[in-house]
T-cell receptor
Framework: GNSVTQMEGPVTLSEEAFLTINCTYT??????LFWYVQYPGEGLQLLLK?????DKGSNKGFEATYRKETTSFHLEKGSVQVSDSAVYFC????????????FGGGTRLMVKP | DVKVTQSSRYLVKRTGEKVFLECVQD?????MFWYRQDPGLGLRLIYF???????EKGDIPEGYSVSREKKERFSLILESASTNQTSMYLC?????????????FGEGSRLTVL
């Protein structure tokens, strides 16, 4: 079946540090890939997505590139802020699963001033 | 903006009680979902619905049921709550067509079963 693996957290960084959160996936065919973010006390919201190989999704300074050869979709940001503190979820949507989302376990990011 | 509203943010119930979690969306979405969120396990799908009065089991339906009598409302029911159902419950919706895989989530309902 389909699965998503994320690095375990928490990830603790100082403000303006570089962020990478690793995400790898297993899926049949050509899934769409997503990053969702959950700020404290809120539901999840879509951060960015990519629908085919080599696509780069970007939003709010975050980027992730769909790498089919390594089955990865790592999230990066060049300079994090305290306001980026949240839980980040990698997810995939695959046709063989009726386009239902499969989520990774989530990675908590804590940014200190 | 799409708004998904969950009726209760925090609930405390006793073992054996019947629990109703309500979810309403205001964007005429066909699809609605119930997930539970547990640390380290991510989100796991309990039930989903593609249409009124229609429901499908997700990955962990045991101990839960759902009701969708109106398009905008999707209810999760715990017939007899147990302590292992203590969790955060998230409702989500999405348009039926095109199915982009993007979900719109409510703020969650944190349930504690004593």
């Amino acid at each position: 079946g389909n699965s998503v693996t994320q690095m375990e957290g928490p990830v603790t960084l100082s403000e303006e540090a570089f962020l990478t959160i690793n995400c790898t996936y297993t899926a049949t065919g050509y899934p769409s890939l997503f990053w969702y973010v959950q700020y404290p006390g809120e539901g999840l919201q879509l951060l960015l997505k990519a629908t085919k190989a080599d696509d780069k999704g970007s939003n709010k300074g975050f980027e992730a590139t769909y790498r089919k050869e390594t089955t990865s979709f790592h999230l990066e940001k060049g300079s994090v802020q305290v306001s980026d503190s949240a839980v980040y979820f990698c997810a995939l949507s695959a046709y063989n699963a009726g386009n239902m989302l499969t989520f990774g376990g989530g990675t908590r990011l804590m940014v200190k001033p | 903006d799409v708004k998904v509203t969950q009726s209760s943010r925090y609930l405390v119930k006793r073992t054996g009680e019947k629990v109703f979690l309500e979810c309403v969306q205001d964007m005429d979405h066909e699809n609605m979902f119930w997930y539970r969120q547990d640390p380290g396990l991510g989100l796991r799908l309990i039930y989903f619905s593609y249409d009124v009065k229609m429901k499908e089991k997700g990955d962990i339906p045991e101990g839960y049921s759902v009701s969708r009598e109106k398009k905008e409302r999707f209810s999760l029911i715990l017939e007899s709550a147990s302590t292992n159902q203590t969790s955060m419950y998230l409702c989500a919706s999405s348009p039926g067509t095109p199915n982009t895989g993007e979900l719109f989530f409510g703020e969650g309902s944190r349930l504690t079963v004593l």
